[in-house]
């Protein structure tokens, strides 16, 4: 997932990850000032930091920590469902009076480890070759899981929907059971009205 977003100073930005259990969540993130000026967003923003929130379905902090105007961060998730990542910018003076408008980029990779930095000090084909083998396998885990927890998901949604479905049945029938009593009632009404007024 890449993405840029515009956010104002102190403003909190959240994105929700729905992800399965024990899975490792690395994110990219860089920083860019509106320069009132140059009427342009400027590469850097020096004097800026970013506090970076993690929290789970449960509403548990997963990860609390301010970095720099461009940094890495990982977490890995302890239970399965949304977890809220949220990036707030903490200005300075300085940059306070350049603009308070900011340009957010932000690369989030679920399920992965960085594989070239390990490639790079392997120190021979066999090596890389391993780092690659086992960077795989890695990737197989990772789809494995998201597919089991993609068919927990879906087997949830078909118990709710089956659910709904008996409960909307069961009201239809005693919808029709008392629609019936009231026409039986009614009738009955009649009929006693019409004899007691001697027209039948």
Not at 106 to 121: A, K, M, P
Not at 138 to 160: A, G, M, V
Request: net charge negative; hydrophobic share 40%.
């Amino acid at each position: 997932l890449a993405l840029y977003f515009h956010s104002g100073e102190r403003e909190e930005k959240c994105i929700i990850e729905d992800l399965p259990s024990d899975t490792l969540v690395i994110g990219n993130y860089k920083v860019q000032r509106w320069d009132i000026h140059r009427q342009e967003f400027l590469e850097s923003a020096p004097g800026l930091g970013m506090f970076v929130t993690v929290t789970t379905p449960d509403a548990e902090v997963l990860l609390s920590k301010l970095y720099g105007p461009q940094g890495t961060f990982s977490f890995t998730s302890s239970l399965s469902g949304e977890h809220a990542i949220c990036l707030q910018s903490n200005s300075t003076r300085f940059v306070a009076f350049a603009g308070s408008k900011l340009r957010i980029h932000l690369d989030i990779r679920v399920g992965e480890h960085f594989l070239e930095e390990s490639v790079v000090q392997a120190k021979d084909k066999v090596n890389e070759v391993n780092i690659r083998l086992e960077h795989l396998i890695e990737q197989i885990h990772h789809i494995s899981k998201e597919q089991n927890y993609e068919r927990e998901r879906e087997e949830k949604f078909r118990k709710t929907s089956e659910e709904t479905n008996s409960n909307i049945l069961w009201w239809a029938i005693v919808q029709t059971v008392i629609l019936i009593s009231i026409g039986i009632w009614q009738i009955k009404s009649l009929r006693d009205f019409f004899i007691s007024k001697k027209l039948v």
